[in-house]
């Protein structure tokens, strides 16, 4: 315990005083050096490098995960995009066509992903809607095993938020709507400016344990900041425990993700015969080239693969959970579920295949009294950030972040979760351990724009190959 420990808090921190202390620019550096020099080798001192997180994702895991993604039971997503911003009410919304959300018709969206009370499979349903009747008549029903009737009650009993991240949406709100998240990609707005600036600040600022004598903004983008701020600033990050550095990095790491999309994504043309988006080189640089960004921009990419790691990690925990035999990607047509499900699983056990991956038993783990409340901090601090999502002016962009926040809410309950872990691996599938569909649908698609990003600096290392 102590050797992982150690070992995770050097990886933490090599990977953050790489890429410290670099200065003037060298004649012969291309653009591509200064965007990825740093970024490559190993992301910590022994278990991953950058190239094996590439080659694994770029070929292996991107090209099927998309391919789940674009099937019914993933690409709907029900979202309340009309929540109030929870801390302050001069909101602008964004007016811009490209920011506009187009929510389902009622009758796009399968019926079998509609009916609320569906959990895994028209049985399990049936037998839930059984159990609860039994409860309320104070009694459960003894036609059913005794292992039926404890799995159900279970399920049911499970629904409880003590585990959760995300401050989640009322889905059975009027307000809530379905959206085809591939009708709505993830892709440049033209949102920018004070409104979105506010947004991040407020993440950076409020969320992530920053100390009131820390002055430089956490928010790497600000500028202003003098070389002496940004050494107290290191170093009071340096000095941090594992966990409060990694939340950092984890918010960081999901700013550079939604950054390489609307750099990969970029609006190039808009007549009114035709709109062309594309990769935007000269967006890219400002956002990650070491100079330009004074050596944040390598910092925010490690940051990226961070979260990739993360996410990963909680994905190859979960694989039991998916595995049970009653687990379906319930859409109502049998066919395609089951083909769905495979897919799934597929995926799920090429991940799991993947040798290095994250340890995060050093997480939590220290004196039980204070671990736990380091735990309840975090998760606090996570779920601030979710609601902060409802104060994004443009609803194409809250509509990602709350999915993203979601979906790594999501991994970070499945990474933590004590009734998945006093469940692993021995005993089987764990009947105590519950996703909603609404956890799964943005798990994985979180997951598959953390994918998408890590395949697109491949492009972009291409594209800056030749660039000085
Ligand atoms: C690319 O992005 C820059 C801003 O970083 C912008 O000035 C430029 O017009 C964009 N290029 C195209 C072709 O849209
Ligand atoms: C949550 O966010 C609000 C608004 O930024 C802030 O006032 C509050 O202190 C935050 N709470 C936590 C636990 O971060």
Redesign the pocket.
Known sequence: MGRRWGLLVGVLGAVWLLGSGQGGRQPAETAAQRCFCQVSGYLDDCTCDVETVDRFNNYRLFPRLQNLLESDYFRYYKVNLKRPCPFWNDISQCGRRDCAVKPCQSDEVPDGIKSVSYKYSEEANSLIEECEQAERLGAVDESLSEETQKAVLQWTKHDDSSDNFCEVDDIQSPDAEYVDLLLNPERYTGYKGPDAWKIWNVIYEENCFKPQTIKRPLNPLASGQGKSEENTFYSWLEGLCVEKRAFYRLISGLHASINVHLSAR????DTWLEKKWGH????FQ?RFDGILTKGEGPRRLKNLYFLYLIELRALSKVVPFFERPDFQLFTGNKIQDAENKMLLLEILHEIKSFPLHFDENSFFAGDKKEANKLKEDFRLHFRNISRIMDCVGCLKCRLWGKLQTQGLGTALKILFSEKLIANMPESGPSYEFHLTRQEIVSLFNAFGRISTSVKELENFRKLLQNIH
């Open positions: 970029y609006l190039l043309q935007n080189v000269t967006e400002q």
